[in-house]
């Protein structure tokens, strides 16, 4: 399950109410989005037409490590100059996963993960 807020700050403004943290990239494959909100759009956008486009020439479904590999290696080319934070998670052929990707291009698999502003508090909730 993954689950996001709708707030977007700038600091300590909330720069916007209602901004869309989940983003759908593949039937099976979403993400969840921390950082910069303009930086986690663009880059989840363009890995899900790179994903559209591996199903379309395969005829198989994406698969979550692959999405989270193609992610990885666009951040790392920036050297963390790309704001975006992602949580990934989907199911494929070898079962639920979800993984982390920083603006460095690092990334981990966990059972459960929080990122962002709150994520003290949520690993909290969740470590209980």
């Known amino acids: 399950m993954l689950a ?15 901004c869309a943290k989940l983003h759908n990239m593949a039937p099976n494959i979403y ?23 591996h199903r379309m020439n395969t ?13 990885i290696e666009h ?3 920036y050297g963390g100059n790309i704001g975006t934070y992602l949580i990934i ?3 494929d052929c070898r079962g639920p996963q979800l993984m982390e990707v920083t603006a460095d291009g690092n990334s981990f698999a966990s ?8 994520s003290l508090a949520a690993m909290g909730v969740l470590d209980a």
Do not use: W
């Open 4 to 18: 996001a807020d709708t707030r977007a700050t700038a600091g300590a403004t909330v720069a916007d109410k209602n």
């Open 31 to 53: 993400c969840a989005g921390a950082g910069t909100a303009a930086d986690c759009d663009h880059v989840t956008e363009m890995i899900k037409r790179q994903l559209e486009l």
């Open 59 to 71: 005829r198989t479904e994406s698969r979550v490590q692959m999405a989270a590999t193609r992610l």
């Open 75 to 77: 951040v790392f080319r």
């Open 89 to 91: 998670g989907g199911v």
């Open 111 to 118: 059972p459960y993960l929080t990122l962002g502003s709150g």
